[in-house]
Nanobody
Framework: VQLQASGGGLVQAGGSLRLSCAGS????????MGWFRQAPGKEREFVTA????????YYADSVKGRFTVFRNNAKNTVYLQMFSLKPEDTAVYYC?????????????????WGQGTQVTVSS
């Protein structure tokens, strides 16, 4: 069972990136899918999560209005579209799957994690 995150890179402030997280080994369509990020010297923080088949999204206040999460269950993939990026968005971004909760912002609730993809926003 694996989550493979991709799409990170270097972008200027105000730019955009789309991250992808492809699942393999099991279907994740019945799971909450979340994105977290961790900047150097900081704790991992919640970014966004999307519920199961109803696909209701939740966002951290710091990204609300700039980031959009969506999923394609047929492809077993979740996406994070990021607009208006800021230098403070620089971090390693992780996708994760929560197999048992209805919704959670807590990293400890998530059972499967991707390897992370680096996003760097230059000023």
């Amino acid at each position: 069972v694996q989550l493979q995150a991709s799409g990170g890179g270097l972008v200027q402030a105000g730019g955009s990136l789309r991250l992808s997280c492809a699942g393999s080994g099991r279907t994740f369509s019945n799971d909450i899918m979340g994105w977290f990020r961790q900047a150097p010297g900081k704790e991992r923080e919640f970014v966004t999560a999307i519920t199961r088949r109803s696909s209701v999204p939740y966002y951290a206040d710091s990204v609300k209005g700039r980031f959009t999460v969506f999923r394609n269950n047929a492809k077993n993939t979740v996406y994070l579209q990021m607009f208006s990026l800021k230098p403070e968005d620089t971090a390693v971004y992780y996708c994760a799957a929560d197999t048992s909760s209805d919704y959670s912002r807590l990293a400890g609730s998530y059972d499967y994690w991707g390897q992370g993809t680096q996003v760097t926003v230059s000023s």
